[in-house]
């Protein structure tokens, strides 16, 4: 199966700014749609960002639309989120997940990756 490992949490203060990493192990992340899919206490999972398998295509949550970006760099294997003006309501924790497309990542279906550990993220108001 394939496997991801997120990094890159951590507390912030409101209107600061964090990046994620996510590691492929095992594959090539430009094989398949990569997102980030996150998790409140308390919450359903919600998928904020993908990037397809060519890069040239991103999708955003309306949640999240215009603070983060979500970008790819193939040599290193890694995609990258990159949470600027960031809210206590961001405040969960974050996985990265492969799927065939941006689609199934956001709503977590047909997911291709198991899921890891994810990383914190706390926003401070």
């Known amino acids: 199966q394939l496997q991801l490992v997120e990094s890159g949490g951590g507390l912030v203060q409101s209107g600061g700014s964090l990046r994620l990493s996510c590691a492929a192990s095992?594959?090539?992340?430009?094989?398949?749609?990569i997102g980030w899919v996150r998790q409140a206490p308390g919450k359903e999972r919600e998928g904020v960002a993908c990037i397809g398998s060519s890069g040239g295509n991103t999708q955003y949550s309306d949640s999240v639309t215009g603070r983060f970006t979500i970008s790819r760099d193939n040599d290193k294997n890694t995609v990258y989120l990159q949470m600027n003006s960031l809210k206590a309501a961001d405040t969960a924790v974050y996985y990265c997940?492969?799927?065939?497309?941006?689609?199934?990542?956001?709503?977590?279906?047909?997911?291709?990756?198991?899921w890891g550990q994810g990383t914190q993220v706390t926003v401070s108001s």
């Open positions: 095992g594959f090539s992340l430009d094989m398949t749609a």
């Open positions: 997940a492969a799927a065939w497309g941006c689609d199934d990542v956001l709503s977590s279906s047909d997911i291709l990756s198991s």
